[in-house]
């Protein structure tokens, strides 16, 4: 264990009724470090949360705060705040009391306390507003005094339970540049859980990604997309192909018909894996000169690019293709990948593959409901 | 065209409903003035009625019962209502279920039978009927009722703001004196004020526990009627009503003016 770790978990398992939701889970979060857990719903990322706050007692396992086991610690107790969910705002109080309410309970001086609200009203924009009452705000101004009233309390870790949920999108992205800036600004351990993968990659040093109370895979931002161990990681980080493939021998690779380099060993010769290509690390070039070469069968305008869906004459295998120039649908159009493109990972067992499938089709339809995972 | 013929229409309708629910108390208030006992006849104009009430002992004595039957039993009621409403926001479903089932029952059976099996009670434990049996007999019947209009506000409240307070450093006392308490604060009140009116003009159930002592107002004043009604009675009905009137006023220019608080978007007073 590295001197400045404030967070461990040792073994955590969870149970509600029988039900695991937590599965002897470790992990580390640094001093100072912005840590996303990242997973589809009913994954325990909440629950991760909860017990780091306080508000679920683990069946098994230890946490440590600062090298201090506080599994018996009651949450009031604790050098953790949490920005909720719905943000939990107290309605019978008005923006400023609501941001004094931790200082007010903690019988800090008057003077300081004036100074500290003052403070941080002002660095999440909210100067001006002391006196509005809380059902008054927008739902980005509720936000900003549920992350002050928070912050004001000079935690050492703040917990965020996906804060940004109930958002649009153009807001959304202004918050997370303003939540990263305020993070790095005051110094403090931000544990954030979302599902939006986006939202994650954006923010965080590093990622945690979960499913089923087990952590898949933990790696900065860049890591966890470039480099999934698994084709849920894949899968949930970004849409991609992901095609069945063999492992000739090191740095070749055999899918979708053809023998290419890759950079990945150490699965062993003639090894069936999965094979990863993002959709925007497609070359399009004429036909003949591609490595693969098929029909654009549809075309979506995206905003930023165009989706496409390539098929190859005689072959099951539909490519999707990210692109900023289009292809009209009915065009044949060469693609070729490099050897850095393709992805190589451990197979998944038929089972895993069917929850993975299950997983990610709670969460599109869960997308803007409340976790349930606590119950 | 049509527009001013509805409302019209409309306006006659408010007007007839109005008129058969006051006609009756505006009646009584008149008669409270009437110089003569006939309830027939007007024979003038006189005040004597009420400076009777204020020198009869019996209904003086049967009004501070009522009071103090009142006050206390309704906090009592408030405040094991609210606590029990808490528990049994907190229950896992089916619990939760039948104990509001238990809670219906008294709200849902004749009062009549409430007063009787109350008397059968203390008659059973030896209890002589007195003040105290009746403020027994008053809280039971009014718990049910502050519980129901508390559970709503705790249903309404966000779950996690209970949290919110533990996380922000409350002890689960803090939590609930600071945060819980002030959300739910509007239903305790309503509760208070069903109470404290049910209990002041209870009949059926105050009737069977009082005993010859401990008369409240409405058993007094039926005891009365059963030899004559006298004018007295119609001036304390009208004494009543209008402190009623009164206290009704009063809260909705209260609740008026916090309205005009909270759009002004003021600090709360």
């Known amino acids: 264990m590295e001197n400045n770790t404030l967070i461990s978990l040792r073994n955590i398992t969870v149970a509600f009724d029988g039900e695991v939701v937590l599965d002897h889970l470790n992990l580390d979060i640094k001093d100072k470090e912005f840590v996303t857990l990242l997973g589809p719903s009913g994954c325990g990322k909440t629950t991760t949360l909860r017990i780091i ?33 719905r943000y939990a705002l107290f309605p019978h109080l008005n923006v400023y009391e609501n941001v004094e309410f931790g200082l007010k309970i903690s019988r800090l001086p008057d003077a300081e306390r004036k100074k500290r609200i003052k403070e941080m009203l002002a660095m999440v924009g909210l100067s001006g507003f002391e006196l509005r009452r809380v059902n008054q705000l927008s739902g980005g101004q509720q936000q900003r005094v549920a992350i002050a009233r928070a912050l004001v309390n000079h935690p050492r870790l703040l917990l965020l339970d996906e804060p940004l949920g109930a958002l649009d999108l153009k807001l959304r992205k202004e918050m997370q540049i303003e939540l990263k800036r305020i993070q790095q600004q005051l110094g403090i351990t931000f544990l954030y859980v979302t599902h939006d993968q986006e939202e994650a990659l954006t923010m965080s040093d590093r990622v945690v990604v979960m499913k089923n109370g087990q952590i898949q895979q933990i790696g900065t931002p860049i890591d966890i997309y470039n480099e999934p161990v698994n084709a849920f990681v894949a899968d949930f980080i970004g849409e991609s192909n992901i095609v069945d493939g063999v492992m000739i021998r090191d740095y070749l690779v055999e899918f979708g018909g053809r023998q290419l380099p890759c950079l990945d060993g150490g699965f062993g010769t ?45 072959e099951e295998e539909e490519w999707m293709v990210h692109t900023i120039e289009n292809h009209p649908v009915g065009s044949e159009i060469g693609l070729i990948l490099t050897p850095d493109d393709i992805h190589i990972m451990h197979k998944m067992s038929p089972e895993e593959e069917a929850e993975l499938l299950s997983a990610l ?15 | 065209m049509t527009k001013k013929q509805n409302s019209l229409t409309s306006n006659l309708y408010i007007f007839i409903v109005m008129a058969f629910m006051y006609l009756p108390i505006l009646v009584m208030i008149a008669y409270s003035f009437n110089n003569s006992k006939s309830r027939g006849a007007w024979s003038g104009f006189t005040t004597k009625w009420y400076a009777d009430l204020i020198q009869n002992e019996s209904i003086l004595s049967a009004l501070l019962n009522t009071l103090i039957v009142a006050v206390i039993s309704s906090v009592i009621a408030t405040l094991l209502g609210t606590a029990a409403a808490v528990g049994i926001q907190a229950m896992k479903k089916r619990s939760r279920d039948l104990i509001m089932n238990f809670t219906y029952l008294p709200v849902m059976s004749p009062e009549i039978v409430m007063g009787v099996s109350l008397m059968l009670l203390f008659v059973m434990f ?38 919110a307070a533990l ?71 009208a004494i009543i009503f209008v402190v009623v009137l009164a206290v009704l006023i009063l809260t909705n220019l209260n609740d008026i003016r916090r309205e005009n608080q909270l759009q002004k978007g003021g600090r709360r007073g």
């Open chain 2, 126 to 163: 030896k209890v002589d009927f007195s003040l105290f049996t009746v403020i027994v007999a008053h809280i039971t019947f009014n718990v049910p009722y502050v519980i129901l209009s508390v559970l709503p506000k705790l249903r309404q409240m966000d779950k996690y703001l209970f949290e």
């Open chain 1, 53 to 85: 706050g306080g508000f679920v007692e683990p069946s098994e396992g230890d946490v440590f705060f600062d090298g201090k086991k506080i599994n018996d610690v009651p949450p009031y107790k604790r050098h953790v705040n949490t920005v909720f969910q």
């Open chain 2, 167 to 237: 996380d922000l450093g409350c002890t689960p006392l803090q939590a609930f004196t600071k945060v819980m308490l002030p959300e739910i604060m509007p239903g305790i009140i309503t509760g208070f004020l069903i109470a404290f009116t049910f209990s002041l003009d209870d009949f059926n159930i105050s009737y069977f526990v009082s005993g010859e002592r401990a008369q409240t107002l409405p058993v007094l004043i039926y005891s009365m009627t059963r030899k004559r009604v006298s004018p007295e009675i119609n001036a304390l009905s």
């Open chain 1, 270 to 314: 003639n090894a069936r894996v999965d094979v990863v290509i993002r959709p925007e690390d497609w070359e399009i070039c004429k036909p003949a000169d591609g490595q693969f070469h098929g029909t654009v069968i549809s075309s979506v305008f995206k905003g930023v690019h165009y989706e496409l869906m390539v098929q190859a004459p005689g």
């Open chain 1, 361 to 375: 089709e709670a969460d599109s339809i869960l997308n803007d409901e409340d976790e349930d995972d606590e119950e």
